[in-house]
């Protein structure tokens, strides 16, 4: 979520200051509260990490937890009381964060670069462990088109993750030679980067079947999770509006497991299969795909959506009321 200056100062107050000035500190109102952190932050060693920056902006490839400007700038002139103290303050974002900068960090900046060789190689064994036996990884690795392959996807655990599921169906070669065609350089500057990790999940989505990728541009809405046993219940809403009469939602289901195939999608843990997380990047791929298609499926997606959600609630508002104890635990989880 996209967190205010009072959810951030609460969550602070917690963790720094002992049971009896915690609930004092809590008691203030911002104003006070304010400087009295900003004093004790500047005055003692601790670090303090806001991550994922470019959602609160709406930027390209973000989730998009936005935050109004007044929320915004309260963020910033708080920070901006912490510069020159002994607390570190680490900013992470895939954009220039241009609000912040000159109250905060100024220039200095530290461009992330993608993995380095060693933990590269320990990612993409652990990918390739998810499809393939021992011995099949092993005759890949050795394969000097899959070494260019790793080389070209630059250690960006997304774009690796995306591109070497492809490999359960395709050689090494073909999925290099498919990338070069359409320029991926994913070392290179930000804005080229997200165009290359697009182009990744492009080349994912281009080899889906074509009903498949119908279907998928469905699940645009979604940012966060997809419960698979709940998607039926998206299919009948949607089936419901004139807009999708024409779609074939049975095969909704085989169509998520293309997705999964291709590494758009992957189950959240192994214990629950069917709770799958989205590769972050996807729903902005959908969603650029959706303005090519006509504004009234746009609309009734966001209708079928809208009342998928209410039945969603429905069923985790029973959960949580029932008086069985699991139940009760399952809905509060949901």
Known sequence: KAWTLEQILFNIGQQIYKKFEAAKFQAMNIKAQVPKLARKLKSESYALILDNLESIMGKELAIQNTLPEAERNKIRDFLALLTGGKTKVILGSRSREEWLQERTFRENLYELQGLDKEARTELGEKILQRYFSSENVAKIREDEHFQKLMKLLAGYPLAMEVVLANLKRQKPEEILQALQAADVDIDTGSEDKTKSILTCVQY?????????????????????????????????????????????????????????????????????????????????????????????????????????????????????????????????MF
């Open 204 to 332: 994912s989505h281009s080899n889906l079947y074509p009903e498949a990728q119908k279907l998928l541009l469905c699940l645009a809405p979604f940012s966060g999770f997809i419960h698979q046993l709940g998607i039926a219940h998206y299919g009948e809403e949607l089936q419901k509006l004139e807009a999708f009469q024409d779609y074939d939602f049975s095969k909704f289901d085989k169509a998520i497991e293309e997705a999964i195939n291709w590494g758009l999608l992957s189950p959240i843990d192994a214990n629950f299969p069917k709770y799958l997380s989205i590769q972050p990047v996807f729903p902005y791929f959908l969603k650029t795909k959706l303005k090519e298609v006509n504004e009234a499926i746009s609309e009734a997606l966001e209708t079928g959506f809208k009342n998928h959600y209410i039945w969603l609630a429905n069923s985790y508002s029973q959960l949580m009321d029932s008086k069985d104890a699991r139940n009760r635990k399952l809905g509060i």
